[in-house]
């Protein structure tokens, strides 16, 4: 059965870093893309990073481009999400997230919703 379990949420001030951890099991999410969604308070949830299976394709929301780096080890089965000069607009619940083809009838993996979701991490940044 595939899984995606989170890790790593928490309360930080304003200006410091966070890492979120993600482990994805089951035979469904092996050599697939990974990435994370997030939904902040008020809104939807929206799309903020995603990793190809090899590791050499991200993608960034632009809102997070250049603070977050999305990183991935496939002898763990591991995704993570390394979040830095965090802002009080980042708060909100992450989703790690699994797609079951990199690219399919015209569209990338980063392009469409994903077919996998974990339950969620709460990240809270103070001001």
């Known amino acids: ?21 993600c482990v994805a099991s089951g035979r469904a999410l092996d050599s697939v893309p990974l990435g994370w969604f997030r939904r902040v308070p ?3 949830r929206k799309f903020a990073a995603a990793i190809s299976w090899s590791g050499n394709d991200k993608h960034y929301d632009e809102s997070v481009k250049g603070r977050f780096i999305i990183s991935r080890d496939n002898t763990k089965n591991i995704v993570s ?3 830095n000069n965090l802002k009080p607009e980042d708060t909100g619940v992450y989703f790690c997230t699994a797609w079951d083809w990199e690219y399919t009838n015209g569209v ?5 919703d994903p077919d996998y ?11």
């Open 1 to 21: 059965q595939a899984q995606l379990v989170e890790s790593g949420g928490g309360l930080v001030q304003a200006g410091a870093s966070l890492r979120l951890s």
């Open 42 to 44: 008020g809104k939807e």
């Open 81 to 83: 999400l390394q979040m």
């Open 108 to 112: 990338y993996y980063y392009e469409r």
């Open 117 to 127: 979701w974990g339950q969620g991490a709460e990240v809270i940044v103070s001001s």
